[in-house]
T-cell receptor, first 115, second 106 residues
Framework: DTGVSQNPRHKITKRGQNVTFRCDPISEHNRLYWYRQTLGQGPEFLTYFQNEAQLEKSRLLSDRFSAERPKGSFSTLEIQRTEQGDSAMYLC?????????????FGSGTRLTVV | GQSLEQPSEVTAVEGAIVQINCTYQTSGFYGLSWYQQHDGGAPTFLSYNGLDGLEETGRFSSFLSRSDSYGYLLLQELQMKDSSSYFCALNQAGTALIFGKGTTLS
């Protein structure tokens, strides 16, 4: 297993367009998380899944954002009608449930630039 | 709600010891985690304190005091490669990690 994989690494899009990111977690991890990070800030929680169930969504996740994790494997995060304020690094992480001692494994992120 | 406070920047010299503090407000949590993130890279897990006291992992140690709502990360024998951002994060029941804004160590 090569860790958490995110694609694409970079995405430039025009305002108003839709974008979709993909995350492939560590295969034995049942939890998958999406975070957003802007320059000089810590990762901000967006949503997380346990297997295929989406258990929590942050208030940061407006109705333009949707995430899925079909079959409890990879996940996609879609942003519709992108705005300049959506420009950020989108990080995916995975873990086993009740894993405080082992931590999350993060992917290298997808950097979104909305022009 | 919950919040974490940590200094935005810390400066130290090679070979020295540096402590990065983290204070938090929360109604209940499992423990406090620490992550390192180099510029443009993925955050990587460093340490976790589920109980009060000191946890040591090589040159890095982390401490938690629940009564003081306070923790710290201690880095010893600093090396140039330790220049990075460090985040404390709350592990809470039924939800994901909540991160502080990070401390840049130069």
């Amino acid at each position: 297993d090569t860790g958490v994989s995110q694609n694409p690494r970079h995405k430039i899009t025009k305002r108003g367009q839709n974008v979709t990111f993909r995350c492939d977690p560590i295969s034995e991890h049942n939890r998958l998380y999406w975070y957003r990070q802007t320059l000089g800030q810590g990762p901000e929680f967006l949503t997380y899944f346990q297997n295929e169930a989406q258990l929590e969504k942050s208030r940061l996740l407006s109705d333009r954002f949707s995430a899925e994790r079909p079959k409890g494997s990879f996940s996609t995060l879609e942003i519709q009608r992108t705005e300049q304020g959506d420009s950020a690094m989108y990080l995916c992480a995975s873990s086993l449930a009740l894993t405080g001692g082992n931590g999350y494994t993060f992917g290298s992120g997808t950097r979104l630039t909305v022009v | 709600g919950q919040s974490l406070e940590q200094p935005s920047e810390v400066t130290a010299v090679e070979g020295a010891i540096v402590q990065i503090n983290c204070t938090y407000q929360t109604s209940g949590f499992y423990g406090l985690s620490w992550y390192q993130q180099h510029d443009g890279g993925a955050p990587t897990f460093l340490s976790y304190n589920g109980l009060d006291g000191l946890e040591e992992t090589g040159r890095f140690s982390s401490f938690l005091s629940r009564s003081d709502s306070y923790g710290y990360l201690l880095l010893q024998e600093l090396q140039m490669k330790d220049s990075s951002s460090y985040f404390c994060a709350l592990n809470q029941a039924g939800t994901a990690l909540i991160f502080g804004k990070g401390t840049t160590l130069s």
